[in-house]
T-cell receptor
């Protein structure tokens, strides 16, 4: 298994509070991604990174920001959580322009 | 924009039998990758098999094989000798070959049940 961990694994928070999810890899892969998984939608890309301090938006980036200050860590921040951001969040890593390997996921509930 | 369609929300197969999961996609690109991912109840996304669009030969990984029809934009997954551990959600995914980071576009998934 690819060395990817996500923290926390579960979180319940209230509307309007900031939330940060962490993705940590031990593979030294260049590319990292954040997806969300909702019923009926499969997984959708939120943001991705192609190197330290290099990030770009995905298809559902509104309300989210990311940061990558080290190769191994990719943070996803919800500045002010809303109920529509209740979801399962997956981090993925990729050594190149091919398959992506996923972390275990974080279940976030916004009340 | 690329789209991936899995038209079978649920499938069922008996243990030791063979089942085929369907996937179609829409793209104007000629160079891309296709994948099947498995998601068991543990929620972990597990890569099952990959196919490069420029390769005519269908990919095979043990009991898993694909039928890749580029002209028809079809990418089905065949599971042979089905086992109870194969029960999961299966997602078909598409990725452009851009030479850099780019997203996976997923279908909505097919839930596979394996019965005794």
């Amino acid at each position: 298994d690819a060395g990817i961990t996500q923290s926390p694994r579960h979180k319940v928070t209230e509307t309007g509070t900031p939330v940060t999810l962490r993705c940590h890899q031990t593979e030294n892969h260049r590319y990292m991604y954040w997806y969300r998984q909702d019923p009926g939608h499969g997984l959708r890309l939120i943001h991705y990174s192609y190197g330290v301090k290099d990030t770009d938006k995905g298809e559902v980036s509104d309300g989210y920001s990311v940061s990558r200050s080290k190769t191994e860590d990719f943070l996803l921040t919800l500045e002010s959580a809303t109920s529509s951001q209740t979801s399962v969040y997956f981090c993925a890593i990729s050594p190149g322009d091919n398959e992506q390997f996923f972390g275990p996921g974080t279940r976030l509930t916004v009340l | 924009a690329q789209t991936v369609t899995q038209s079978q929300p649920e499938m069922s197969v008996q243990e030791a039998e063979t089942v085929t999961l369907s996937c179609t996609y829409d793209t104007s690109e000629s160079d891309y990758y296709l994948f099947w991912y498995k998601q068991p109840p543990s929620r972990q996304m597990i890569l099952v098999i990959r196919q490069e669009a420029y390769k005519q030969q269908n990919a095979t990984e043990n009991r898993f094989s694909v039928n890749f029809q580029k002209a028809a934009k079809s990418f089905s997954l065949k599971i042979s000798d089905s086992q109870l551990g194969d029960a999961a959600m299966y997602f078909c995914a598409y990725k452009e070959n851009t030479g850099t980071a780019s997203k996976l576009t997923f279908g909505t998934g097919t839930r596979l049940q394996v019965t005794l």
